[in-house]
């Protein structure tokens, strides 16, 4: 209904289970798949209930998920899953029976500072994001980005400022100055727990998809893939169960 998708002929957007919405769709449609996936924490977030952390639930979710996003991606197509140390394990175990263990790419890490104290162990403060191909015909596009150093060695160039510095591509390992994570007061932030910043997004969808591309994300939560995907010219599909954030989607 009107209350709860909004449809143009190059974006849709749909409240509701993403199992439903995926078994609706076409094989092979969709270039890229993002998803800030549940992380298994078994908590109340308000916006919406998480997974408990328990292998056999994970795996009851996630299997028959992951077995329609691998039918409905091309063969051309990638797919980024973000979690963290709770389920990644057993995400990786079901990614490698549903796409293949060679299809396997990177286990990209995003470090991130925000305010936690642990006096029992090292505060958990990164993300895990599993990156996939269906075939070895990806796109992607490497991007590069600047580091500076005290003195020149080597290939070290020097810039406008005299500063020494190399261009090198993007490593699997994202630092927190790169894609810092939102928190209240922040200018991206819409109160929307777990809401993931536009730059971390932008990343992949440049990375991994083209101009015009159909990017997807089933666990569409702020609906920050939507916004960037508009911004850079691809169609976009997105789902969640959770009103709310098809409420604040719209609004973006």
């Given at each position: 209904s009107t209350d709860t998708a909004i449809a143009y002929s190059t974006c849709y957007v749909q409240c509701g289970d993403n199992m439903e919405l995926l078994k609706s769709q076409p094989n092979e449609s969709v270039d890229l798949i993002y998803s800030d996936i549940l992380y298994g924490t078994g908590?109340?977030?308000g916006?919406?209930?998480?997974?408990?952390?328990?292998?056999?639930?994970?795996?009851?979710?996630?299997?028959?998920?992951l077995k329609e996003m691998h039918r409905v991606l091309k063969s051309t197509g990638s797919i980024y899953?973000?979690?963290?140390?709770?389920?990644?394990?057993?995400?990786?175990?079901?990614?490698?029976d549903v796409f293949g263990y060679e299809r396997f790419l990177n286990?990209?890490?995003?470090?991130?500072?925000?305010?936690?104290v642990s006096?029992?162990?090292?505060?958990?403060?990164?993300?895990?994001?599993?990156?996939?191909?269906?075939?070895?015909?990806?796109?992607?596009?490497?991007?590069?980005e600047r580091i500076y150093y005290e003195k020149q060695f080597f290939?070290?160039?020097?810039?406008e400022n005299g500063r020494f510095y190399s261009d090198v591509y993007v490593r699997d390992i994202w630092d927190c100055d790169i894609t810092k994570p939102l928190i209240s007061g922040s200018k991206e932030y819409l109160k929307y727990k777990t809401q993931k910043p536009k730059a971390l997004i932008e990343r992949i969808i440049k990375a991994s998809s083209n101009e015009g591309d159909t990017v997807a994300d089933y666990y569409l939560g702020s609906g920050t893939t939507c916004e960037v995907a508009l911004e850079l010219g691809r169609k976009f599909i997105g789902c969640d169960i959770n009103p709310k954030a098809i409420k604040i989607t719209k609004a973006r």
């Amino acid at each position: 209904s009107t209350d709860t998708a909004i449809a143009y002929s190059t974006c849709y957007v749909q409240c509701g289970d993403n199992m439903e919405l995926l078994k609706s769709q076409p094989n092979e449609s969709v270039d890229l798949i993002y998803s800030d996936i549940l992380y298994g924490t078994g908590r109340n977030f308000g916006d919406y209930q998480d997974l408990k952390p328990i292998r056999s639930e994970i795996e009851a979710h996630y299997l028959p998920r992951l077995k329609e996003m691998h039918r409905v991606l091309k063969s051309t197509g990638s797919i980024y899953l973000q979690m963290d140390t709770r389920i990644n394990h057993w995400i990786r175990c079901i990614m490698d029976d549903v796409f293949g263990y060679e299809r396997f790419l990177n286990e990209i890490i995003w470090g991130y500072r925000i305010q936690g104290v642990s006096k029992s162990k090292y505060p958990s403060k990164h993300d895990h994001i599993l990156y996939y191909s269906k075939t070895d015909k990806r796109t992607y596009k490497p991007e590069k980005e600047r580091i500076y150093y005290e003195k020149q060695f080597f290939d070290v160039k020097t810039d406008e400022n005299g500063r020494f510095y190399s261009d090198v591509y993007v490593r699997d390992i994202w630092d927190c100055d790169i894609t810092k994570p939102l928190i209240s007061g922040s200018k991206e932030y819409l109160k929307y727990k777990t809401q993931k910043p536009k730059a971390l997004i932008e990343r992949i969808i440049k990375a991994s998809s083209n101009e015009g591309d159909t990017v997807a994300d089933y666990y569409l939560g702020s609906g920050t893939t939507c916004e960037v995907a508009l911004e850079l010219g691809r169609k976009f599909i997105g789902c969640d169960i959770n009103p709310k954030a098809i409420k604040i989607t719209k609004a973006r």
